[in-house]
């Protein structure tokens, strides 16, 4: 594999930022040539996934995509736009009964923004202070003001829930989140065991560069479908962007509830939710109790497989983590799961209510999940539709995920499947209320600075 | 036995539809149209041919070369095309088709070219084990288990997983005494339907 050019990729796509503040600008293109003038000014200013001087992180980042109707705003040619995947093309909202966005999740339901199609571009800023957050949001505004090029519809507020004083990284149930990612092949990192594939061994290989940036080949040893030009394609990747509201009385009401009965107490139950412990201890390797030394270290954290464990007696079959990347757990060595991986950036947004106090369903708060991926189609909307709002591959029926799944009309039910140890026994969690709802969101093509450089000079040519 | 996979065996046919060019409507048209109004889901008439697991009926008008340079071929006449994911034997099956749903089958097959009529269900499986083509590789997604064994699992799951949910946590007794009345209505509740595109759960806590 030689290596990539990251100068030329974005740098959202290549690494998780983790920084404390974010905001997402989502805006409209008013005119194709402003608009295009607009995307030249931005393009200067965006962060590639070049090596950060010495190491050190920057103030502040600045990324860019753009959904089907903005590039088709922007002007580019009907033969690219034709050429770019359907469901890229009907966009997430009309894909809302394969991704199981039904009942409350239902698009009627969603934010105002996204139940239209005026969202054009998503702007994100990654930044270590409020302050440079707001500096780099203004400087975007006076771009859009100047070039006449877009008008900002919302803007996304998200940060780091800080626990006594720090940012962390827990989202609002409590849980430490953004365990590890896949790696793949061409990104310069140390391969850290359990984030690429499985391998006979039972070492772990990065993934083909292809599972991630259109271009190069992928697991099949092809080419993803790229639009034409193939310019605008390579370095390029799509990221599903969902605004997940999170009912954090319900999680905490619920959790008390089930926990005073399930004889392991509501922390395991918590734990056996999602396959690691709130702390972030995976529970396959701890099953018992959290252990902070094993969650501090990268090289044991993700270190895990389920294969000997098929019976879901430490950690759950249904379990979040486990439904979502379930490794070697459908057998031939994990090699069914290797086309299904995404790549995740989340963030928290809204006020965090601490443990003791009382915390409220309505209130503003939730998690910015976006996914990232070559296919979107078989990628994401596939862990989405079959590993999360249906079980038929992990042999639990229609059973869906607790922690995201659309549970209406309260009949779902989540197992807990144990041992004859009294602190371990099968437990069945029924009655779930939806502990996630859907907010709204987008699919959107982070193209690479070749092609955004395309795009602002009206040079995108399919011929 | 490219035929068989487990328990499960998957037939796959292929009758020639009858090309009368005195027929106002044609009869694969005929054909295509009574098969678009078939009822669905438990409704189907094949839901109620016992060991049909999944099946499917389809008009194939021809086929088209794909590919360069371009040739023209077509086939010698319209086929209906009938595959079933069926458990056990296929001639015992196909005359329980025959035996049970005789209007059904003289409905369908009466379109097609040496159709014996469904009077006689042995003839019925002779004639639809002579369209017959080798499967060579099909998916049974549960290769094990008859069609009602597989509905009164799912049926097991629904109401198992519920009787758990209410009664856990309960001493060894009591629960012993819950499920042995779990046990007893259980075994008296009607198999579901085949083909429903859902179970509901029969026994309520109390009733």
């Known amino acids: 594999m030689e290596k990539l050019n990251l100068f030329d990729i974005q740098g959202f796509v290549a690494r998780g930022y983790n920084f404390p503040y974010a905001?997402?600008?989502?805006?409209?293109?008013?005119?194709?040539e402003a608009g295009r003038s607009f995307v030249g000014r931005v393009t200067e200013k965006v962060t590639s996934a070049e090596p950060w001087e010495q190491g050190k992180k920057p103030e502040s980042t600045l990324n860019i995509g753009f959904t089907w109707q903005g590039?088709?705003?922007?002007?580019?040619?009907?033969?690219?736009?034709?050429?770019?995947?359907?469901?890229?093309?009907?966009?997430?909202?009309?894909?809302?009964r394969i991704l199981g966005d039904v009942d409350q999740n239902d698009p009627s339901h969603w934010e105002p923004i996204w139940r239209e199609d005026n969202v054009h571009v998503w702007l994100a800023i990654n930044a270590q202070t409020r302050e440079e957050l707001t500096r780099r949001a203004d400087e975007l505004a006076r771009l859009m003001e100047e070039t006449q090029g877009a008008r900002s519809l919302y803007t996304q507020q998200a940060a780091a829930i800080r626990i006594d004083g720090e940012p962390s990284t827990k989202e609002h149930f409590g849980y430490t989140d953004g365990f590890g990612n896949p790696d793949f092949s061409g990104v310069v990192r140390d391969t850290i065991p359990g984030q690429g594939k499985l391998m006979p061994d039972g070492t772990w290989a990065p993934l083909a560069t292809g599972e991630f940036l259109l271009g190069y080949p992928d697991e099949a040893q092809e080419l993803p479908a790229c639009p034409v030009p193939y310019l605008l394609g390579i370095n390029g990747t799509y990221m599903a962007y969902r605004k997940l509201h999170q009912n954090v009385a319900s999680f905490r009401d619920y959790l008390a509830k089930?926990?005073?009965q399930y004889p392991g107490g509501a922390e395991k139950l918590a734990a056996k939710f999602v396959g690691r412990w709130r702390d972030g201890t995976p529970l396959e390797p701890s099953p018992e109790?959290?252990?902070?030394?094993?969650?501090?270290?990268?090289?044991?954290?993700?270190?895990?497989?389920?294969?000997?464990?098929?019976?879901?007696?430490?950690?759950?079959?249904?379990?979040?983590?486990?439904?979502?990347?379930?490794?070697?757990?459908?057998?031939?060595?994990?090699?069914?799961?290797?086309?299904?991986?995404?790549?995740?950036?989340?963030?928290p947004y809204g006020e965090y209510t601490p443990e003791d106090q009382q915390?409220?369903?309505?209130?503003?708060?939730?998690?910015?999940?976006?996914?990232?991926?070559?296919?979107?189609?078989?990628?994401?909307?596939?862990?989405?539709?079959?590993?999360v709002e249906y079980g038929n591959d992990a042999r639990l029926g229609n059973d869906k995920d607790l922690l995201t799944g659309c549970h209406?009309?309260?009949?779902?039910?989540?197992?807990?499947?144990?041992?004859?140890?009294?602190g371990n026994i099968p437990f069945v969690c029924g009655g779930l209320p939806n502990f996630v709802e859907m907010r709204g969101g987008a699919y959107f093509f982070l193209p690479s600075l070749t092609a955004l450089r395309l795009i602002a000079t009206g040079s995108v040519d399919p011929r | 036995m490219a035929n068989r996979?487990?328990?499960?065996?998957?037939?796959?046919?292929?009758?020639?539809?009858i090309n009368d060019p005195a027929l106002k409507v044609s009869h694969d048209t005929a054909l295509r149209i009574y098969l678009q109004k078939l009822p669905r889901h438990e409704q189907s008439p094949f839901a109620g041919v016992s060991g049909t697991h999944l099946c499917r009926l389809v008009v194939m008008d021809d086929v088209v070369f794909v590919g360069h340079p371009a040739k023209e071929e077509h086939l010698k006449s319209k086929y209906l095309i009938f595959t079933s994911n069926l458990y056990g034997d296929p001639d015992a099956y196909l005359e329980g088709m025959a035996r049970t749903h005789p209007q059904v089958v003289e409905d369908i097959w009466s379109h097609c070219v040496g159709f014996p009529g469904a009077k006689d269900p042995k003839a019925f499986a002779d004639y639809i084990r002579k369209c017959q083509l080798e499967t060579t590789f099909f998916f049974a997604d549960v290769n094990d288990k008859t069609v009602e064994q597989t509905l009164r699992a799912l049926q097991m799951k629904v109401e198992f997983t519920a009787f758990v949910e209410e009664n856990q946590g309960k001493s060894p007794v009591e629960l012993q005494k819950e499920f042995a009345r779990?046990?007893?209505?259980?075994?008296q509740l009607q198999l579901p339907q085949p083909g429903a595109k859902e179970l509901t759960r029969h026994l309520a806590p109390g009733v």
């Open chain 1, 289 to 347: 109790q959290p252990d902070p030394e094993l969650t501090k270290d990268k090289r044991r954290n993700t270190n895990f497989t389920y294969g000997h464990d098929l019976d879901g007696a430490r950690c759950p079959i249904g379990a979040h983590i486990r439904r979502t990347n379930p490794r070697d757990a459908f057998g031939f060595n994990g090699g069914l799961v290797n086309r299904r991986r995404i790549m995740r950036r989340g963030m």
């Open chain 1, 23 to 32: 905001c997402y600008l989502l805006a409209e293109i008013s005119h194709h």
């Open chain 1, 408 to 422: 209406s009309g309260g009949r779902d039910r989540f197992i807990v499947q144990g041992t004859t140890d009294p």
């Open chain 1, 258 to 260: 089930k926990g005073a």
């Open chain 2, 182 to 187: 779990f046990w007893e209505r259980f075994g």
């Open chain 1, 359 to 387: 915390a409220h369903d309505q209130d503003e708060h939730g998690i910015i999940f976006m996914a990232l991926g070559a296919s979107l189609f078989r990628q994401f909307e596939f862990v989405q539709q079959q590993w």
């Open chain 1, 71 to 96: 590039l088709a705003k922007l002007g580019l040619p009907d033969v690219t736009l034709m050429s770019f995947p359907v469901e890229f093309y009907q966009g997430m909202r009309r894909r809302n």
């Open chain 2, 5 to 17: 996979n487990g328990d499960m065996y998957g037939l796959t046919v292929l009758s020639p539809i």
